[in-house]
């Protein structure tokens, strides 16, 4: 299932540098790494469809999670 505003959000972190992937498709969360694969943050694709709405999709939105 493609979603557009969720694919944005996904070009617009990897624009930004970051690394991307799938964390777990069945509850749709992503991993995002600002460096080293095993470190990183893991966040709901809904979470970044919000933030890239707010304008505030970035590692230090990322990170506000925790």
């Excluded at 777990?24 to 992503?30: H, I, L, P």
């Excluded at 709405?53 to 506000?64: F, M, P, Q």
């Amino acid at each position: 299932m493609d979603i557009p505003e969720l694919d944005a959000a996904l070009m617009e972190l990897r624009s930004q540098g970051l690394t991307v992937r799938l964390h777990n498709a069945k509850n749709d969360t992503w991993h995002i790494a600002d460096g080293g694969l095993y470190s990183g943050y893991v966040a709901r694709g809904d979470e970044l469809i919000e933030w890239k709405n707010a304008n505030k999709l970035n590692i230090r939105g990322v990170i506000s999670l925790g």
